[in-house]
């Protein structure tokens, strides 16, 4: 460590944000400014060329760089999986999306009907068990928000709680890639029609409470409960009366709770839907009516066709410009914004 000079942190909320998030154990940032600087520069080999000035405007604030790059860069970074650095992805099923936002990436979605393909109502009957000897087990944990009141879990060794012989038993693996295959194993279940099979899901493999997680500097691990609820929560919108763009709209939040549970990043998301779908009037006001969707920013995408439209009185972009725009404002969301999709298309 060289004896740089830095440009120290603000008291209060800079000090707080920095030693929650990025700063790893005993950290100054100076330190910080060393170790990122160093990482970003071991991806090319001329790349130490660069080191120095780097450093020295890290330090000084005169750059700074993604949070995902304060928090994870270092010597290993080339070793490190892509998603930690990247953002933002996209993704077209719930289960990679799900995958990315575990990996630390920033995620977009269009749920626009054309792409909606899977229809959740179709999910099978889901039965989240774990066993009675996990240090997290408890019986059952109130929901934040649900109308069913609590989750039951299900105790592994409860062998009539649960069918015996389920048209698939599932053991959760305790890894970022074995949460996401389980909602993957879900959701392709919903997509092949499965809804009068029993699925079993076993979530007694994840590490408890407070252990590290490895690739997270030791951060603590949120245990199986919170994945366990998420799992329950998604698994409603088979009895709810939702078109399929909603119901993928409210797993993925659920998924997306879990995130925030497994270390310092909370979930990055954008949510996207086309001005001329049918109800887009009810993904305008998604949020007013829903607060606690609070997991993704939202904006409509829009074309060069809406915004010519909307300066005509009386047409339909018109009304939803206004629509978005009361949303936005008199109803204290902020949202959803404007997405302009022809800007996104790269013409010859």
Request: charged share 25%; glycine share 8%; hydrophobic share 35%.
């Amino acid at each position: 460590m060289s004896n740089v000079s830095y440009r120290p942190l603000e008291n209060g909320l800079g000090t707080a944000v920095a030693k929650r998030t990025y700063l790893r154990k005993g950290e100054t940032w100076g330190d910080l400014s060393e170790r990122v600087a160093l990482g970003n520069t071991s991806l090319h080999e001329t790349g130490i060329r660069d080191y120095l000035p780097l450093q020295q405007a890290i330090a000084n604030g005169e750059i700074l760089t993604a949070g995902r790059h304060l928090q994870h860069g270092d010597i290993d970074q080339s070793k490190k999986n892509l998603e930690l650095f990247s953002n933002c992805s996209t993704a077209c099923t719930s289960f990679i999306k799900f995958l990315l936002l575990l990996n630390g990436s920033g995620v977009g979605r269009s749920y626009s009907d054309e792409l909606m393909v899977v229809d959740w109502h179709k999910m099978p009957f889901l039965y989240c068990i774990l066993s009675q000897n996990h240090p997290n087990y408890k019986s059952s944990f109130e929901y934040e928000g649900s109308g069913n009141g609590s989750v039951k879990i299900i105790a592994r060794e409860d062998l009539n709680a649960y069918p015996q012989d389920p048209d698939l038993y599932h053991e959760v693996e305790d890894s970022r890639e074995g949460w996401a295959k389980a909602l993957e194993i879900l959701e392709t279940a919903a997509f092949e029609n499965k809804e009068f099979d029993h699925y079993v899901f076993d979530f007694s493999k994840i590490r408890e409470e407070g252990k590290p997680i490895g690739g997270m500097q030791g951060r603590p691990a949120s245990g199986p409960l919170p994945l366990i609820y998420a799992f329950c929560k998604a698994s409603e919108v088979k009895y709810n009366d939702m078109p399929i763009w909603k119901q993928t709209m409210f797993v993925d939040h659920d998924m997306a709770e879990v995130v925030a549970n497994g270390g310092a990043r909370r979930s990055s998301r954008i949510c996207i839907k086309y001005w001329k779908d049918l109800d887009i009037e009810d993904f305008i006001k998604i949020k007013t009516l829903n607060p606690w969707m609070w997991s993704s920013n939202n904006s409509v995408g829009v074309d060069n066709e809406f915004w010519e439209e909307s300066k005509i009185d009386g047409t339909r972009a018109n009304y939803l410009f206004n629509l978005i725009t009361a949303s936005a404002f008199e109803a204290g969301t902020g949202e959803p914004g404007f997405l302009s999709l022809d800007h996104l298309v790269i013409k010859d």
